[in-house]
């Protein structure tokens, strides 16, 4: 029967437009835990039950990091008050006025954890931040807000990303929860947004496709970052943003391309050479990528702090719009075609001398391991890095 959940208490707090009871059924669901109960007197004694505090905010992570222990109580750090237990059916009907906070934990003889370090490297998105959980009171309402959306946000991604949109997408996620729009129809204009960009490349009208373009990657972050502070994400949603980011950047180069009136070419390389260079150089870095999660337990990015740094320039759809929007500003858009093939190449040969020098440590040290698992060492040994990739610091503002 797996896992019963009995969501204890309420909460008249809403963080992000959406009920504290709403949102710890959104969050277990991603744990596989789909039993629930209304009380402690529905389950049988040998029962796996989770007892949740519905007024305490918790973390995916958290809720894991809780399921992967048994007879225990999970206690808050800042209030030390007791916000859920792994415990059997037994031990849930004399737990009840504890999880609630109406007895005191002292006298039951059961472990006391708390959130740990060994979740606090978030591998999903490449940072380093302790599982949340926090009581939510009407005084910290907007801090806690705050805390979710920069929770939100990956430590390791391009520049564009972690340091220009953190604050002009919170304010498209705030204004998307308070209208009631979805993290699916924004990702939905995202597309429309990808192919009107397509459409004014072709047709050499440069600056009106460079606007739908930036808006897309602006709209591109806001669709995430709406979905996990709501807890609204989809498998068709994950498909759909992931299929659109990985598919339509090197049309939007070939389009640029075949928009130019004219092109010098570079080394006896034309327009077509150019084409293939581009097509090529970008499959290549992302099947790089795909081989790299096969060596151990990080992404390519993730592994060394060099690969972290280089993530932020790498020849993906932001710094490349950075060499187009760049060509375009000072009249040579076919420079913008140029640059972004020559990037490319230069990007994917880096990745491909990364990948085989990781493949050596692999075979003579085993799996690999990202920098950021033991945040401990990491803060010490790569004190600059650290700073820079833990995560995101103007996405909590």
């Known amino acids: 029967m797996g896992t019963i959940a009995i969501i204890v208490d309420s909460s ?5 437009g959406v009920t504290s009871h709403d949102r710890i ?5 991603t744990t596989n835990v789909s039993n629930f109960a209304d009380n402690v007197h529905d389950v049988n004694d040998h029962d796996d039950v989770l007892l949740i505090n519905a007024n305490y905010l918790f ?54 954890v ?39 946000y990956k430590g390791i991604t391009d520049l564009v990303t972690k ?39 072709l047709n050499g009208h440069y600056a009106g496709g460079l606007a739908c373009a930036w808006l897309m990657t602006l709209l591109d972050t806001v669709d995430g970052k709406l979905a996990r502070v709501t807890i609204q994400s989809s498998r068709l949603g994950h498909v759909l943003d992931h299929g659109i980011d990985i598919v339509h950047p090197p049309f939007w180069y070939v389009m640029w391309g075949m928009g130019l009136i004219s092109f010098t070419p570079l080394f006896e390389c034309g327009r077509i050479e150019f084409f293939w260079i581009i097509t090529v150089g970008y499959i290549t870095g992302r099947i790089i990528e795909g081989f790299f999660h096969g060596l151990g337990n990080c992404s390519l990015f993730a592994w060394r702090p060099l690969d972290a740094y280089f993530r932020l320039v790498t020849a993906r759809r932001n710094p490349c719009l950075i060499i187009l929007t760049s060509a ?15 990037w490319t190449a230069t990007s994917s040969s880096l990745m491909l001398a990364r990948l085989f020098y990781a493949l ?20 010490i040994t790569h004190a600059a890095a650290y700073r820079t990739f833990s995560g995101t610091r103007g996405a909590y503002g």
């Open 163 to 201: 340091w220009l949109w953190p604050l002009p997408a919170k304010l498209l996620v705030t204004l998307c929860t308070k209208l009631g729009i979805s993290p699916n129809a924004v990702t939905t204009a995202g597309l429309a947004l990808v192919l009107a960009a397509s459409f004014l490349f």
């Open 59 to 112: 973390e995916v992570r958290t809720l894991t990091g809780l399921l992967r222990r048994s007879s225990v109580l999970l206690q808050c750090p800042d209030d030390a008050g007791i916000a859920a237990a792994h415990v059997t059916g037994a031990q849930a009907r004399d737990l009840t006025g504890v999880v609630t906070n109406v007895s005191p934990a002292d006298s039951i003889e059961i472990d006391i």
């Open 12 to 16: 008249p707090h809403r963080l992000w």
């Open 328 to 342: 375009y500003a000072i009249g040579r858009p076919d420079w913008g075609l140029v640059g972004v093939g020559l």
């Open 25 to 29: 059924i959104r969050q277990l669901a």
């Open 360 to 379: 050596v440590v692999r075979i003579r040290k085993g799996p690999l391991e990202s920098w950021l698992k033991d945040p401990e060492v990491a803060k």
């Open 114 to 152: 708390r959130p740990g370090l060994s979740e606090d490297f978030d591998a999903d998105l490449r940072k380093v931040d302790p599982p949340t959980l926090k009581l939510v009171t009407q005084n910290n309402i907007e801090e806690l807000e705050r805390l979710l959306y920069g929770n939100s």
